[in-house]
């Protein structure tokens, strides 16, 4: 009988489990990385984009007589060079599943055609033989624009009169959708003994990651084929826009490479214009050409994210129980829609929000609107975060205003874990989770009952503290199937290739850990490969906390196939019959014997073993692949504590605890940083970060001096531990831990602020980013 270690017990030190440290790090840490701009190409050219400063105008004309005499320049490239070579406009994918009541596209082309939507939008491209040159010639360039009225806030523009960017979409309202007509909901709000309703902003961000897009690119016109090198989070998400929307051509004819990433948060998933103008310029000039983002210029090209205001509400009966939530989420999405712009609002944060609560019913509709500004596209929670937070701002303010304790209130109706599996009202099946016992680890954690002498000693210090909880789960997964290939090497390793791709959160490590760990391996020999689109299996792309769900089970189940081969050649080299085979520890053995051959053996014996008969395989090397059911639900419950100083209004984060339940954890440390990291996302968007426009659309946040990032000195330890119920769903029984940081932390640091603004009698309904000012001014009001 085959006997493979389960995870859990094995006593290997690299194995499913241990928190190994990353083995990248050494690398990426001492300057050995490998990012976008490290990549450069014998006779390559560069790239500068001439962008329009108007938000909003008629494209009347373009003259780029001047930039084309100038140094150096090789090609000037405009919309009109674009439409006429056939390069198609960028369009959002399919949301499926839905069915949209209004669904208006909105094609974004590389170069802008006939009009310009948002300040930024790239106008022009200039290719020359130095990137000084190409700036210097993109000065030159002249664009001829009839502004026209602009209008970058959600709100406005639904409002009667508001400039519309699309004709067809009648209020700028592109897509509409309802989760469905619900009379049951109508009914219950009506009868409920209590309905509390509030607006929420779900504020405008920049993902920031550390590394600005950077990419070099170039065409080899004997096979017509483009080889890209570029940040990405993933190689086929990119092929898919880009051969099927763009430049209509085969896949073998577009060969993607990445190597390492410096963040990604979901802003490096899609091709963006920049890429796909210089992509077709390639084609022209037969140069490599080269283009590097200043911090600025990414801030002004890159998807913005969240920007949403929803309109919530919660109906409850006598007792504090949920007898319904709804939410009309309106969702911005700039000027045109990012690929996956609209799915946050209409799948994430739909089939969220229950939450953990048992719920009775629940809908949601979304209205996505166009607005002067930049696309919307996802960052880190993707939706998720804003369902979390439209349920815990509502159950928060439920306790206050019912005088229900909040944690009581909660208990009163969190799912039980013996009513597991749970259909919700959106339709999910939860499958595993204890969210009391989340809750309650949480609580003892944060000494929560210890409060009151903890504000008392603030008090005395002139601040006003506050506390705040969360209760949260999140719909994780997305594309539902994810292959992988375990290859046996000469040189005696064993090459694991997937189409995944880490931007910073350690697959390098934790995938061989996974694969070791089934295998009885030596971590060490153990190597993973990813980021080549000729290479790969089929798959998709690392984002919604999916990969080690989806490509880390489709190596597990490759290792499955890697054993049942295994059994096959060992029973014919040892003459033996399979079924006497037995498979431990990285050993196939005769069963009640000391016959025994070791996997990495028997991979090189198969590759020296000349003719085999049929029925034994030739190699190990094998393809496997997973398929999920449904979606996954890591779940968690994190509790916040703040200072205001009322002087200032600057707020303090004194003490975070996360307990967060993200099924069996491959690499339990690289999971504490995981969820770190995203508090501390979690901490810039609740506090500080902000893309603001002004009244004519210009941009006003574009450089790190006036978008206000955390830093360490902001954050307080953060104390995480988890309470893993592994998911049945998968072969590792693990659940997404990339998002649940920024996910739970909004909600608990929101909660904790309005605490204490009513503590001190002030109005706890203030939106994030909780600045300084907007903090003094409610305590101001409240005469505090
Ligand atoms: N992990 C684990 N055990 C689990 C779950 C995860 O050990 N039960 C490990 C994984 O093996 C992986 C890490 O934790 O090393 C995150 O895993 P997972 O939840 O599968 O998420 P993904 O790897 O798919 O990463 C995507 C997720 C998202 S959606 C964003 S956005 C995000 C994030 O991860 N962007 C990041 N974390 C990031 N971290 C860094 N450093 N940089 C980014 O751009």
Known sequence: MMAMREGTDTPSRHGISQPVRRREDLRLLTGRGCYGDDVNMQGQAWAAFLRSDHAHGILRALDTEAA???????????????????????????????????????????????????????????????????????????????????????????????PRLWPAAEDNMAIRWNSGGNPEIDRAFAGAAHVVEMRLVNSRLFASPIEPRSFVARHDSAADRLEWITPSQGSEYMLRVLCDQIFHVPDERIHIRTHDVGGGFGVKEQPYPEDIAVLHACRVVGRPIKWRAS???????????????????????????????????????????????????????????????????????????MTNTQPIGPY??????????????LVEEAARRLGIDRVEIRRRNLIPAAAIPYKTPSGRLYDSGEFEAVLDK????????????????????????????????????G?????????????GSVLLVVATQAQGQGHETTFPQIVADRLGLPYD???????????????????????????????ANTCTLVVEKGRKAAAHLLEVAEADIEFAHGEFRVAGTDRVIGLLDLAARLREAGPLPEDVPASLDSNGDYTAPDMH???????????LDPETGRVTLVSYVAVDDVGTMINPMVVHGQVQGGVAQGLGQALMEHIRYDENGQFLTASLMDYALPRAGDLPTIETDFHPVPSPKNPLGVKGAGECGVTGSLPALMNAIADALAGAGADPLIDMPATPERIWRALRAAKV
């Open 68 to 162: 084309r005499r100038a140094p150096g320049v090789i090609g000037v490239f405009t919309g009109e060079d674009l439409r006429a070579a056939g390069v198609g406009p960028q369009l959002r994918l399919p949301l499926r599943g839905f069915t949209l009541d209004r669904d208006v596209p909105t094609p974004r082309p590389a170069l802008a055609q006939d009009r310009v939507r948002y300040v930024g939008e790239p106008i022009a491209l200039v290719v020359a033989e130095t990137a000084a040159q190409a700036a210097d010639a993109v000065a030159l360039i002249v664009a001829e624009i009839d502004p026209l009225p602009a209008v970058t806030d959600v709100e406005e523009a639904v409002a009667p009169g508001a």
């Open 295 to 369: 911090r600025s210029e990414n801030m002004l090209s890159d998807s913005h994210a969240r920007d949403a205001v929803i309109h919530a509400a919660l109906a409850l009966d006598e007792q504090g129980r949920f007898l319904a939530v709804r939410a009309h989420v309106l969702a911005a999405m700039g000027a045109y829609f990012a690929c996956n712009g609209p799915n946050a609002s209409i799948r994430n944060t739909s089939y969220g929000l229950p939450l953990v609560y048992r719920t009775p019913l629940s809908h949601t509709s979304v209205d996505c609107v």
């Open 380 to 393: 880190r929670g993707a939706g998720r975060e804003q369902a979390a937070y439209i349920v815990e701002r």
């Open 442 to 477: 949480a609580l003892a954690l944060a000494d929560w009952n210890g409060f009151p002498a903890r504000r008392k000693a603030s008090a005395e210090r002139g601040l006003i503290r506050g506390q705040g909880l969360s209760c949260f789960l999140e719909n994780v997964g």
């Open 525 to 555: 020999q153990v190597v993973l490969k990813q980021g080549d689109s000729t290479d790969k299996p089929a798959g998709f792309a690392t984002v919604g906390s999916r990969s080690t769900i989806m490509a880390g089970s489709a190596l």
């Open 479 to 491: 594309a539902p199937h994810e292959g992988a290939f375990i290859r046996f090497t000469e040189d």
């Open 633 to 643: 639900f890591p779940n968690g419950c994190h509790v916040a504590e703040v200072e």
